[in-house]
């Protein structure tokens, strides 16, 4: 099912993730950076961004952001789009610094150090069952 793309006058977005202009001729994508892109009348759009626009709205809060959900960045079907909140990069992704791989800090009493120096650390909450910080809930 096609649908009107806000903000883009004259193109409309497919539920697979295929973009199309107002003579209905489908617009070749260019894949960059493990993203697709497509070119709108001299603007270029992420086709990911543009599928969300088209079939759930914009996001409606501030710093939300567009991420699939099998975090396969070629499949920009609309079933595997959600907007998310918070940071992309250090949620989604393999967090730095004082987390663990689940997104819980690694401080105070959620750490447990083992090992001869105790140099290995667990995260205590991961132990305990606590779901992944870097699961957002969807607002669809």
């Known amino acids: 099912m096609w649908r009107d793309i806000p903000g883009y006058e004259g193109y409309q977005a497919s539920e697979d993730g295929r973009i199309r202009n107002r003579r209905k001729r489908r617009l070749k994508q260019r894949l960059n950076n493990g993203s697709y892109l497509v070119d709108l009348g ?17 996001p409606t809060c501030p710093g939300y952001f567009v991420r699939h959900r099998s975090e396969d960045k070629s499949d920009n079907s609309a079933e595997n789009l959600m907007y998310a909140g918070g940071k992309p990069r250090r949620l989604v992704h393999k967090p730095v ?4 791989r689940n997104g819980h800090p ?5 750490i447990k150090r083992w090992g001869t120096r105790g140099n290995n650390r667990i995260c205590i909450a991961c132990q305990n069952g606590e779901p992944p910080v870097r699961e957002i809930r969807e607002i669809i």
């Open 106 to 110: 690694l401080t105070g009493d959620n």
């Open 42 to 58: 001299g603007r270029t759009a992420r086709v990911h961004n543009l599928v969300a626009a088209a079939h759930y709205g914009s």
């Open 97 to 100: 610094g004082e987390y663990c």
